[in-house]
């Protein structure tokens, strides 16, 4: 019997279902009928060190249940067991296909005789579960979402409203940091995004990751490059620092970002949307940089999309304008890194303070301490991101069937707008977008200001003509849709 209570599943066997009181029959029993929990059996080996594991193998040289768990063993701790090599059976997988996001291709180890399909390395190995929600929400076709969009509102659509979807991710994703009106920087980060989205190098390398964060925060920032000091993510008041989530040490940065490259290099051909979300997400909780680790985790959900052309070259999905367009998406992104942040909190409530100022290496000044970095390594190392991917298909659908969706509607009735106004009378499309514009915010009138701007409509006749011009557009527009309905 199963009971899926949000939090946790409670899984109840009959009495036959039993196992040996021993290592072997708990542990074979967890593999049988348990998730897969990296974490736990990083931190277990560690306790009962190699001689059960070695015992077990003895005993049972060929079962499927001993040869994954040596080999987990052995891939967990990098110490290697005191036993022979399996010389024969069939291989067997580490872990199941049809549960879990693996691997596109195996790499067999003739040790074992195991196909290690971890989508991984040992530094960094997320775990994706293909629960039936994991599994619908990855059934959208961003693609051919976006091909009906053509279909819909012209060939050339996503290509014309690629520019302003742009500047419309990247205002979002500041206002998401809650750095709103910053012009300067939003219209950097839109750069950044237009440039290097799809074309940049190897976006998770040191030189890459340096020009990223380069251009989003300018060649002059201070603390360029992974950081060589400890960080953590939180809020100040006037009494104190509230700590949300601490990241790991600099230490364990490169080989952490190592793995997760080596998860984008082993995963090519799987689900574009569970890829994007994890290398997003594992960025986001590696936090290897000083500054703009929120900003470059957006920016490789759409990296990862054009990189596997599920996503046409030049077009981006405004993922951030999505998460700032309801409460319910913001309260999800949320949610989405406390499933992470809040029980990793929890365990190390006590084990952080805030001591003696220390000047790091990277220029930092830091009074941060953290006790338990080794211990945490087992954490941040194997993280389940599951509802990550979950939230980021489901952001991407909305995304595309919404935002999107409406932004080309705009831009479709905005073209009819300026073709019937220069029917009316021939104007360059900068003076008729800021008329349209004008005035369809002022109720269909036109404005003082507008008229100072624009001698030439005091003439009221020809004023009238412009109203009536603009607003045809929009109001057609609106009665076709009404009619579709």
Excluded at 80 to 86: R, S
Excluded at 214 to 233: E, K, N, Q
Excluded at 272 to 300: K, Q, T
Excluded at 439 to 466: C, F
């Amino acid at each position: 019997m199963s009971r899926d209570t949000g939090d946790q599943v409670d899984n109840r066997y009959p009495a036959a279902y039993r196992p040996n009181d021993d290592f072997t029959g708990h542990f074979e029993f967890g593999l049988k009928y348990e998730e897969i929990h990296l974490e736990f059996f990083a931190r277990l080996f560690a306790v009962v060190g190699p001689r059960p594991i070695e015992a077990w193998c003895r005993n049972e040289p060929f079962g499927q249940y001993a040869r994954r768990t040596g080999f987990l063993y052995e891939w967990l701790t990098g110490q290697q067991l005191d036993v022979p090599d399996v010389t024969n059976g069939g291989y067997v997988d580490a872990i199941a296909a049809d549960q879990y996001l693996t691997r596109t291709e195996s790499t067999r180890v003739r040790r074992w005789r195991i196909n290690n399909n971890l989508p991984g390395t040992v530094d960094f190995c997320p775990i994706i579960r293909r629960s039936p929600a994991v599994q619908e929400a990855l059934q959208f076709d961003v693609g051919a979402a976006l091909s009906e969009l053509d279909r819909t509102y012209g060939a050339d659509i996503l290509l014309r409203t690629a520019s302003w979807l742009t500047f419309k991710e990247s205002r979002a994703s500041f206002l998401i940091e809650k750095e709103a009106d910053q012009a300067d920087r939003i219209q950097r980060f839109a750069h950044v995004i237009a440039q290097h989205c799809g074309r940049i190098q190897d976006p998770l390398s040191d030189q890459s990751l340096h020009t990223l964060q380069a251009g989003i925060l300018g060649h002059d920032a201070f603390g360029l490059g992974l950081r060589r000091s400890p960080v953590f993510v939180g809020q100040a008041t006037m009494r104190e620092n509230i700590v949300h989530y601490i990241a790991p040490h600099f230490g364990d940065l490169a080989p952490m970002l190592e793995g997760l490259n080596a998860f984008e290099r082993a995963t090519r051909g799987a689900e574009s949307l569970a890829r994007a979300a994890v290398i997003a997400f594992g960025f986001v909780y590696i936090h290897p940089m000083r500054d703009g680790n929120g900003r470059i985790h957006r920016f490789l959900i759409n990296d990862t999309l054009v990189r596997d052309k599920a996503v046409p070259d030049g077009v981006i999905l405004p993922v951030s304008a999505t998460i700032t367009s309801s409460a319910e998406f913001r309260s999800g992104y949320d949610r989405s890194l406390e499933v992470f942040s809040r029980p990793f909190m929890h365990r190390y409530a006590t084990s952080y303070r805030f001591g003696e100022l220390v000047t790091y290496q990277d220029g930092t000044q830091s009074n941060f301490v953290f006790d338990d970095y080794e211990n945490a390594r087992f954490v941040w190392r194997y993280p389940d991101l599951s509802e990550h991917v979950l939230y980021t298909a489901r952001v991407v659908s909305h995304t595309v069937l919404t935002e999107m969706a409406e932004e080309a509607k705009i831009l479709v009735i905005f073209q009819l707008a300026l073709e019937r106004l220069k029917d009316v009378v021939e104007m360059p499309d900068q003076d008729a977008n800021r008329i349209i514009r004008s005035v369809k915010e002022n109720g269909w009138r036109i404005s003082g200001k507008l008229k100072k701007q624009y001698p030439q409509l005091e003439d009221e006749r020809r004023a009238a003509s412009i109203v009536k011009a603009v607003r045809s557009a929009f109001e057609d527009a609106e009665s076709n849709e009404a009619n579709d309905e």
